[in-house]
């Protein structure tokens, strides 16, 4: 019998709870320069702006080449990575847009990860895992959910959300911007103000900081075990 929720449907214009974690539960982000990678492959894929750039060999000029993209095909609404696994939410604009962003991020970033660390062998626990995310409540306390993960760290700027560098929760508070990111996919669902919605964020997701597993109960069917 397949593990739960490896067996995905896909569906255009639908969201997904994405996540995965380390093989044997081991750990995928050793250093801050991993999460910073990893993060590096999605703003590659999801900002229309990315360009990389490459210094010619023989003129020493720097050139910049546009990469692969899967802009348009998919879009990131928030994420939380942590030490041994990484939750996303997405928003499938195409039908196989998702499957493909995520295929390439875990195969660029397992070479990446097993080079560093001199391994062999696979560095995520299997296929990603997903569920498809079918009203806005769960949209809501999901992307509460995934922003909380951090507080189940000792490390006490952990539990200062605003202190976690390795989630979109800045995102959504306005302290920071990306064209990769979009977090008011969902913010404007239910706070059209876009000045206020910041705030009025901020204090959903900290009213709950106690509260994580009664978030999780509210959530159990799009949460991943």
Known sequence: MPAKNTIKVYADNSFYHI????VNKQEIFVDSYDYYYFLYLLKKYLDPTFKKKFIDPVTGEALFVEGASFVGDVKLVAFALMPNHYHLLLHNISKYGMEKLLRR????????????YDRVGGVF???YKGVMITNQEHLLHLSCYIHLNPTELSDIHAKNLTGYDYSSYKYFLGE???KWLHPNILL?????????????????VENHVKRFLEIRERVKSVVLD
């Open 188 to 204: 404007d669902m239910f706070y059209p103000n876009e000045e206020k919605a910041g705030a009025c964020y901020a204090k959903f």
């Open 176 to 178: 920071r911007e990306g």
């Open 19 to 22: 996540y995965n974690r380390g």
């Open 105 to 116: 991020v875990g195969t660029s970033y397992s070479l990446y990860f097993n080079n560093k």
């Open 125 to 127: 626990q299997g296929v």
